[in-house]
Antibody
Framework: QVQLQESGPGLVKPSGTLSLTCAVSGGSISSSYWWSWVRQPPGKGLEWIGEISHSGSTNYNPSLKSRVTISVDKSKNHFSLRLTPVTAADTAVYYC??????????WGQGTLVTVSS | QSALTQPASVSGSPGQSITISCTGTSSDFGGYNYVSWYQQHPGKAPKLMIYDVSNRPSGVSIRFSGSKSGNTASLTISGLQAEDEADYYCISYASTWGVFGTGTKVTVL
């Protein structure tokens, strides 16, 4: 059974950098899957952030593209999200998931990141 | 890309059928765009219910079905049950970008 777990700071200062990691267990991140990030501001809807393939190809939400980087670390079997600079509007629950937006089949439980001074 | 448009809420009594619409533009639903639907219960991660317009992942009830006509996709829940009360989101995905719908809260009366 594949499991995903997000980790990272729960509080980030405005203009700072949001960095999250998604640890994958029960499967290899090097397998032929894409890996994705989705976020949800408190009380609001879902927003696609972007995705990365097992070979490192990436696709990003155009509205976030200038601030986002998604990367894979095969040695640690995890992938990461970096968003900078952040504002209060980036406060959200961040989810990692396996697949592309059309077929995200395994999800992490989500982690709340608050942007505040 | 703007979010796809969904009704804010839909309700029905147990046993009834309801349909949730998802409206976009020709660039959202034309060509090789994929349409999927996710269910999200409060405080939980979303769950894939329908992918590629009308396909159900293994384990998803046959009460859930999807369709698409022109620039509108639809999710139908038949035989509504209390456990179906949740938020539902459509998505359009076109290989290099994707967008969620605005979300629909389904209430079982």
């Amino acid at each position: 059974q594949v499991q995903l777990q997000e980790s990272g700071p729960g509080l980030v200062k405005p203009s700072g950098t949001l960095s999250l990691t998604c640890a994958v267990s029960g499967g290899s991140i090097s397998s032929s899957y894409w890996w994705s990030w989705v976020r949800q501001p408190p009380g609001k809807g879902l927003e696609w952030i972007g995705e990365i393939s097992h070979s490192g190809s990436t696709n990003y939400n155009p509205s976030l593209k200038s601030r986002v980087t998604i990367s894979v670390d095969k040695s640690k079997n995890h992938f990461s999200l970096r968003l900078t600079p952040v504002t209060a509007a980036d406060t959200a629950v961040y989810y990692c998931a396996r697949g592309q937006l059309r077929d995200l089949d395994y999800w992490g439980q989500g982690t709340l990141v608050t942007v505040s001074s | 890309q703007s979010a796809l448009t969904q009704p804010a809420s839909v309700s029905g009594s147990p046993g009834q059928s309801i349909t949730i619409s998802c409206t976009g533009t020709s660039s959202d639903f034309g060509g090789y765009n994929y349409v999927s639907w996710y269910q999200q219960h409060p405080g939980k991660a979303p769950k894939l219910m329908i992918y590629d317009v009308s396909n159900r992942p293994s384990g998803v009830s046959i009460r859930f079905s999807g369709s698409k006509s022109g620039n509108t996709a639809s999710l139908t829940i038949s035989g509504l049950q209390a456990e179906d009360e949740a938020d539902y989101y459509c998505i359009s995905y076109a290989s290099t970008w994707g967008v969620f719908g605005t979300g629909t809260k389904v209430t079982v009366l």
